[in-house]
């Protein structure tokens, strides 16, 4: 069965640092484009990075120079590494992949997998 799964939230101090997995299944994630989004109830899912098959990224401005998005095909796995978190950053935290064209942009519009979400919390 071709999905991601998304481990590793949690909650932290504000300026601590975390590491968001997302493991793909059934399809291999160096033939992807895949990408973190993030949603606060209430509001829409936003992208946050974005790491193409051959490894070009992009970031939305407000995660530029704090989170590094990379993924090692070996294990089949994708990462989000989170420093500095701000309490702006709590949010439900979703893996998404697609096998179409990386187009890099940070909109929830045609990824073709999302995984079940994980939760970040970060406290003041």
């Known amino acids: 069965q071709e999905q991601v799964m998304e481990s590793g939230g949690g909650s932290v101090q504000a300026g601590e640092s975390l590491t968001l997995s997302c493991r793909a299944s059934?399809?291999?994630?160096?033939?992807?484009?895949v990408a973190w989004f993030r949603q606060v109830p209430g509001k829409e899912r936003e992208g946050v990075a974005i790491?193409?098959?051959?490894?070009?990224?992009t970031y939305a401005d407000s995660v530029k120079g704090r989170f590094t998005i990379s993924k090692d095909n070996a294990k089949n796995t994708l990462y989000l590494q989170m420093n500095s978190l701000k309490p702006e950053d709590t949010a439900i935290y979703y893996c998404?992949?697609?096998?179409?064209?990386?187009?890099?942009?940070?909109?929830?519009?045609?990824?073709?997998?999302w995984g079940q979400g994980t939760q970040v919390t970060v406290s003041s």
């Open positions: 998404a992949a697609t096998r179409g064209a990386c187009w890099y942009r940070l909109v929830p519009n045609g990824w073709n997998y």
């Open positions: 059934g399809m291999s994630i160096s033939r992807l484009c």
């Open positions: 790491i193409g098959s051959d490894g070009s990224t």
